[in-house]
């Protein structure tokens, strides 16, 4: 496998930012090049940026077992929204790093080759690119997600808050607004046959496991399929490297012999 680290200047967001990219060894790729690989969307959380899933899980590892393109951006603390400033992270995310992509390493974007991932505000922002852009996602996964505001409205001393009030606007606003899982998913529910695959998982010791929890209830009340696990673990890369190994398989099939 091969590494790939790239700056370079998004005129979605405005300013350079850091890409990684994965891709296959030319000599194990066989008869199928990187051009009709699977594609992986790998999305960090807040407090990270492109370099997090490289550097604290075994993604590369179990790239070179699916035989895997996956791409990690950057996309500071946004939440993978455009935001008032103009600084635009979904439009990067879903039309200009695809685009990048085919230019410069020749990668389609097919919807049926294409997935989306993440933790944390990483799983909110995979959650966004699948129900807002079905046409590019056959699916996107969740780990320890932010998919429902409640969060928001924590406690008024919460040092994070001023910043979602800079990203999203008055915080009592959120619920029902172009921000909210429960409307995404509620608008994808008119038209389920047209939506990813959802994959949801969390550890049961996670402070944001409850939302995870509204979240899977809310797929079952509207008839969305959403595969869902659960298990011991906190917010932390233990539980996320253990269970991307979980999504993966639900993506792509079981871990190939001699892993």
Known sequence: MALFHIEHVSEAVGMNLSLKVILPDPRGMGEVPVAQREVLYLLHGLSDDASAWPRYSMIEVLARRYGLVVVMPSAGRSFYTDQPDGQNYFTYITEELPKYLQDVFGIQPRCEKTCVAGLSMGGYGAIKCGLVRPDLFRAAASLSGVLSL???????????????????????????????????????????????????????????????????????????????????????????????????????GPMPEGF
């Open 150 to 252: 409640s969060i928001m409205g924590m406690d008024t001393d919460d040092k994070r808050k001023e910043g979602f009030r800079n990203l999203f606007g008055p915080l009592e606003e959120l619920p029902g607004s172009e921000h909210d899982p429960a409307v995404w998913l509620q608008r994808g529910a008119a038209h389920p046959e047209s939506l990813p695959q959802l994959i949801i998982t969390c550890g049961r010791q996670d402070d944001l496991y409850p939302l995870s929890l509204i979240f899977r209830d809310a797929c079952k009340q509207l008839g969305v399929n959403c595969i869902y696990h659960e298990g011991e673990g906190r917010h932390d890369w233990p539980y996320w490297d253990s269970a991307i190994r979980l999504v993966l398989e639900d993506m792509y």
